[in-house]
Every structure is written in C-alpha cells, then in structure tokens.
C-alpha cells in the first residue's frame, strides 16, 4: 500500500520506513519501482520538514534530474554541518536509480532495504537537527554553538 | 614501497592519548611492521576540535597552525594525523591561512604573543593514516607483506563524515585514479582488501555517528549508531572498520546503549582498520590493542585465527 508522504511529519515517516525495513521480501519485490518511488518521495518529505520549519520557501528545482538533491543543497545554504547529510541523499538517489533499472533483479528486496534504512538516517539526522535548533548546531564541524545569544570574546582580548 | 611518507611528523592529538588509545598504539605497531617511521610532534597542542572552534573559529586555525609550525621547525614537509578531527581542523587552517587574511592576521599575532614563529600555509602537508598506508606502502607493498590473511572477513567501512567534508579544504581528494574520493571514499576499503577482507558495499559510509550530539541529545546518537550497525549488518558485514576515533568510540558505546536502552543488540564488531591490518601482517591482537576497545571481538578473531 502506498503512502501519501505530503501530509507526513518525521514520526510517520520512520514508522513508514520501518514498515519497509521489517516488510518480507516478496511484499517488497512485488512493488518494487513504486516503493523506490515512495522511498525517494520520503527523502524529499523528510528535507522539506527541516526546510520548513526554517520558515523557508520549497524548492521545486531538481539537481541531477533529483529534487531531493535539489532540496538537500537548499538545506544546506549557508548552513556548512547539513552537509553531513550529503552523501546519504545520494546513497538513495542511487538505491532509487538501482530498483528502477532492474525491478526484477534478485536482489531487489535487500536494495529496497537498505534503501530505507538509509532514508531512516536522513530522518534521524534531520530529527536531531531539528531537536537542538534552539541550542546551536548539530555537528562538530559547525558554526559557533549559542552565536546569537553569547558573541564569543574578540580574539583581540585573547 | 614508494618512499613517500617514510618518516612523517605524528599528531596524535588528545583522543588518541584517552578513549582513542587502541587507535594510537595501533598506528604505530603498524608503522613499525612497516619499516615506517613516526616522529611524534614535541609540545604539541590540541588543534582546537569542536570546543575551541565553537567559540572562536580564528583561535582554532591559531592552535592547529602552530602544531603545523612545530613539525615544519622539526623538519618535516608532512605532519600525519589519524584523527579525522585533528586531520580536518589542520588541514581547515591550511586554507584559512591561505586564503582568509583576517586568519593570517590572527595566527601571526597569537605566534608572536607566544613566542614562536608563524606557520604560513602550503610548508607542511597534512595527510590522514589511510593517505599515510596508501601513499608509503600501497595495495601492492601490503599484500607482499601479510602474513594472516583478512579473507573471508566481511567489512564495512565507515570513514564519518568529517575525513571528507567539506571539499574545499581537501583539494589533493577528487582528482581521478588514484586519488581519495569524498563522495564514495575507497583507501580504506583499498587497504582492507589488499590484506584480504571483503569489503560490503555500505551505503552510510560516511553518514552522520552523532559523534558532537553524544552528551546533549544522547538518544539521537543511539539511534543514529543503531542504523549505522544494523545496516551494516543488513550488508553482511561481520567487522565495521573505523578509522577515527570519536565515530569508534561512538559506535562501541552507542552499542551498548542501544541494547540498554531500547533492547536492541547487535553483533556486529568494531575495530580500527590500523588494528585489522596489523593483525593481517602478524601481529597479535594485544600489540595491536583490541584489549583496549570496549567492543570485545575476541570471538570473531578466535574464529577467523585473527591476532
């Protein structure tokens, strides 16, 4: 059964993506193109969640033919740490493009798979970001923690 | 062996002296099995990993450029460092220093207030301990050497998302053949490889391990390593190889938490990629330090006749 992941916050998208994880393979073999579909549809609902809540203005873009790719370099505007996300929209840009090209490969159900277990990391990544917005940032790599609230001392006084 | 990076200057940086200690002593019983030489950096400093850098991003550049002056007054064209934190903050005020005057500015003035002289950009380069293997040895100098053969092991490699991110500071990376990829990283798989092992293709190899979250939101950091180990499990891996030192000690903790806290054990083993190509030339596991790591991989090893 497919989902509508337009109207979906983060918490029905895990659950969503859980039910792929724990579906048994012939239920994902069977539906396979459209379930790359959903995943890849879920990837975009997940980065809109973040670019919304920053009040901003959704992409329609696409980079690459994605828009989830489009949507991620949006994310990322000025913001250096969401580029920890980069390669894990890739990576499922890539499982999309892997059941698309072969539907009916062996393998199709584990792709799927990992697919979504991919996908569930951008969810968890974004709900992390998310969760500590009003603190500072979320990666080691980021801006100064608590800039708006604290302006760090001048290295001049140091 | 190539001859390049024969003798490099170590930063070992704080992590490899506490919770990274495995990691340290693994690197250099490789070296050593290698005929490599390390020279540890005299008086160094920390490079200013996440705490300096959250407060005064130009203070960072200082304290990584004067452990880049020290290697360049001991002599060395290269500084290697394994940490992916250390290795991405050196090789950050590198760039700043040449491209951003206001940190040239800042890094002169705090060298002279200290009393020492100013590193300025392109005397030294850093590389990371993968750069180190590959670029002193290669695929082909290890496989003449190993001893105990990783075959049948199944590896996944996580890099973490600091040893290529972000691009612009990393502009030896992209280059063709033969260079580090930052989109789809392959020295570590290269290396583990030519020691034997088989590596997955693990789709997070360089995903997020919550690493800077760990204290402030401690369950998204569980969860983030949660699907990091269960999809590697999902990929068959029997091993994931790391190759820095928070995203190691991370994994092995978040490990146990996720069992702890939400019931979910996995089995999948941690080790730094220096520990499973030491083993693979024939050194012991305790020369190598797992007894070290928290994750207790001493049945796989028993099973695979490893160290």
Redesign the interface.
Known sequence: MMTDVRTMSLDDVASRLEGMIAAPDAALATAAPDLAGELLALGETILEVWLAARGERLTARTVEGFRLLALHRQGARGDPSFNACRETCRELVYHYNLVRLEPAHADVARRLRLGAMVARHLQLFIGGKLEVAGLGEFCCSSRPLRQHEAPAQPVANV | MSGKYKQVAYYPGCALEGTGHAYNRSTKELGKALGLDVVELENWNCCG??EV???????QTYLSARNLSIAEGMGFDTVMAPCN?CY?NLKKAEYDLANDPASRE?TE??SRKAGHKTYEAGKVETIHALDWIKGAVGEEGLKARVKNSLKGLKVANYYG??YT??RHIFPEKDKGPGSEST??PHFMDDLLAAAGAENVDY??????C????TL??SD??T??VL??L??AE??GADVIATECP?CHTGLEMHQVRAEKVFGRKTTVKILYFTQLLGMALGLSARKVGVHENFSDSSDLLRARRLG
């Open positions: 990993a996440m850098k959250n407060v005064d991003p130009k203070l934190g991405h800042v003035r705090l998302c600091m991110r972000p989109s789809k789709p997070l190899k360089t995903a997020c919550g690493g800077a979250h402030s939101d998204t950091s969860k983030l699907n990091l269960t999809t999902a990929c928070t």
